[in-house]
C-alpha cells in the first residue's frame, strides 16, 4: 500500500472518529439542556419539603422532574428568583411579597395560590390570656409584615391597642396603650417556636411549632381568623415563561392532591389551614 493510501485511511481514520466525538457531544448535550428544561426548580423554607416533595412525586409520573431548594431565612429565596437561580419560591403571602417588592424593586409576582395558615397566641406557662401578668415577656417575630399580623392579633386579644387593626404594616411606633406593659421581643420568625419555653406568650405559626416539637398548633390560646391574603405563594418573575406548563401542572397538583390534604393535616393540624385558591 503506497504511502499516499496510508494516509488516507489514516485521514479519514482519524476523521471519522472526529465526527463520532463531535456527534456524541453535541447529542450528550442535547440530552443535558433537555434534561434541565424539564426540571422545574423551586424554592422553598424547610416546613414545605415534605408538602411539596409530595407533589413532585406526583407529576413525576407526567413527566415533569422538580427539584426542590431549601432556604433557611426569608430573603434569599426571592432574591433567587429574581437572580434566575430558580423557576419559582413557595414561602411568603401576599402581604411579605408586596413588602419585598417595595423595598427591593424585584420584578416578582404571584403565579398560583397555594394553603394558608392561622398563626396563634401561645403560652406554656398559662391557661388563659387573662392570666398574662404584668410585663409579660411577649415574643413577636421581626419581619414586617408578621410582626405586624402579631400586634393585631394581640390587640384582637385585647392586650394591647394599636392606631388600625386593619393596617397590613403596624410597627411597635403604632401601639397606642399597653396597659399590661407588655416586653414585646422581635426575633427571626422560624425562631418564635423555639422561644416557646421561655416566654409568657409568643405569637406563633403551625408548622414551625410542629418541626421544633414544643406545642400542639391546636393549644392556642387565641388563633386569628381565616384570611385569604396569607395564603403562600407560588411567586415568579413577572416575564417568567411556563415552558410546557409545568408549573402550571405543579401547582394543579398541589390544589387537588388529597396527599397535600393528608400532609398539611399533620403538619400543621387539623382546623389550623385553609385553601387558599378557593
Do not use: C
Not at 41 to 62: F, H, N, T
Not at 200 to 219: C, E, Q, R, T, W
Request: no cysteine; glycine share 6%.
Amino acid at each position: 500500500m503506497s504511502n499516499t493510501v496510508k494516509n488516507n485511511t489514516k485521514l479519514w481514520v482519524i476523521s471519522a472518529v472526529v465526527i463520532a466525538l463531535v456527534a456524541g457531544l453535541a447529542g450528550y448535550r442535547w440530552i443535558n439542556s433537555s434534561q434541565h428544561n424539564n426540571t422545574l426548580k423551586i424554592g422553598i423554607s424547610p416546613p414545605y419539603a415534605e408538602l411539596l416533595r409530595s407533589v413532585a412525586d406526583e407529576v413525576k409520573a407526567q413527566g415533569i422532574n422538580v427539584e426542590l431548594i431549601e432556604f433557611s431565612d426569608w430573603q434569599a429565596p426571592n432574591v433567587a428568583v429574581q437572580n434566575g437561580d430558580i423557576d419559582a419560591n413557595f414561602f411568603q403571602q401576599s402581604v411579605f411579597l408586596a413588602n419585598a417588592v417595595r423595598e427591593t424593586g424585584y420584578q416578582l409576582h404571584a403565579f398560583g395560590k397555594g394553603s394558608g395558615s392561622h398563626v396563634g397566641l401561645y403560652s406554656k406557662k398559662y391557661q388563659s390570656l387573662d392570666q398574662i401578668p404584668d410585663q409579660a415577656k411577649v415574643v413577636v417575630p421581626n419581619d414586617p409584615v408578621n410582626l405586624s399580623r402579631g400586634l393585631t392579633l394581640l390587640a384582637r386579644a385585647g392586650l394591647l391597642s394599636v392606631k388600625d387593626v386593619n393596617n397590613e404594616l403596624t410597627t411597635l411606633q403604632d401601639i397606642t396603650s399597653n396597659p399590661k406593659q407588655l416586653k414585646l421581643i422581635e426575633v427571626e420568625g422560624p425562631q418564635t417556636a423555639h422561644a416557646y419555653n421561655e416566654a409568657d406568650l409568643i405569637m406563633g405559626f403551625p408548622h414551625y411549632l410542629k418541626m421544633a416539637k414544643v406545642a400542639d398548633p391546636n393549644s392556642a390560646l387565641m388563633i386569628d381568623p381565616v384570611d385569604k391574603k396569607y395564603a403562600i405563594l407560588f411567586v415568579t418573575r413577572k416575564d417568567y415563561s411556563d415552558q410546557d406548563q409545568k408549573l402550571a401542572t405543579f401547582v394543579k397538583a398541589f390544589q387537588n392532591s388529597a396527599k397535600v390534604r393528608e400532609i398539611l393535616n399533620e403538619d400543621f393540624g387539623q382546623g389550623m389551614w385553609f385553601e387558599g385558591w378557593k
